[in-house]
């Protein structure tokens, strides 16, 4: 069963815009990460942040999370067409000897 | 090649075949995943391995068979194909357990069950 689940489902925005995706979750996590993955290609590690972390950024890329809420969003600065994709969020156990459980994902359209 | 790859990309079958998915990873990490993906459901888990000759079910392991012999190689098979399994498949390989839990995915097999 999901434990993220993305919102929105799909999302369509201007080159240059800003993009931002949420996740929200179940259960108590140890750390929730986002992949990206681009149309017909497996799924690709963007970043991970910790329980303990609020907020993290790589590159254009920012992610928040907010364990009170369970939940967390990722930010895209500045959309370029090649950001054209689809990106999931996915959580780690507590215990940390589970699999990760991704969400169904976020589509996201940049129009150049 | 370093990384992980799939095989076949595609491969189109008839209802009542055996089908077997092929991965294999050059990182040597200890574990390794099989997903499907489908409208609507997302990544769901197969099944997934923890070591050679360790492995665990998933969400959805009706239907699959799983073996790893070598720690490199995770072959999934379709005992008896049935056209709900139509999906595409993903594999991949990573750490479990914290904090070094990272995937890392392959290209991905799309089959489909006529």
């Known amino acids: 069963s999901q434990q993220g689940e993305e919102d929105p489902q799909a999302l369509s925005i201007q080159e240059g815009e800003n993009a931002t995706m949420n996740c929200s979750y179940k259960?108590?996590?140890?750390?929730l990460q986002w992949y990206r993955q681009n149309s017909g290609r497996g799924l690709v590690h963007l970043i991970l942040?910790?329980?303990?972390?609020r907020e993290k950024h790589s590159g254009r890329l920012r992610v928040t999370l907010d364990t009170s809420k369970k939940s967390s969003s990722l930010l895209i600065t500045a959309s370029r067409a090649a950001d054209t994709a689809s990106y999931f969020c996915?959580?780690?156990?507590?215990?940390?000897?589970?699999?990760?459980?991704f969400g169904k994902g976020t589509r996201l359209s940049v129009i150049a | 090649d370093a990384g992980i790859t799939q095989s076949p990309r595609y491969k189109i079958t008839e209802t009542g075949r055996q089908v077997t998915l092929m991965c294999h990873q050059t990182?040597?990490?200890?574990?390794m995943f099989w997903y499907r993906q489908d409208l609507g459901h997302g990544l769901r888990l197969i099944y997934y391995?923890?070591?050679?000759?360790?492995?665990d079910k998933g969400e959805v392991p009706d239907g699959y068979v799983v073996s790893r012999s070598k720690t490199e190689n995770f072959p999934l098979t379709l005992e008896s194909a049935t056209r709900s399994q139509t999906s595409v498949y993903f594999c991949?390989?990573?750490?479990?357990?914290?904090?070094?839990?990272?995937?890392?995915f392959g290209a991905g097999t799309r089959l489909s069950v006529l």
């Open positions: 991949a390989s990573g750490g479990l357990g914290w904090p070094i839990n990272i995937q890392y």
């Open positions: 259960t108590s996590i140890n750390n």
């Open positions: 942040i910790r329980s303990n972390e």
């Open positions: 996915a959580t780690g156990s507590i215990s940390g000897n589970t699999p990760l459980v």
């Open positions: 990182w040597s990490h200890s574990y």
């Open positions: 391995s923890a070591a050679a000759d360790i492995t």
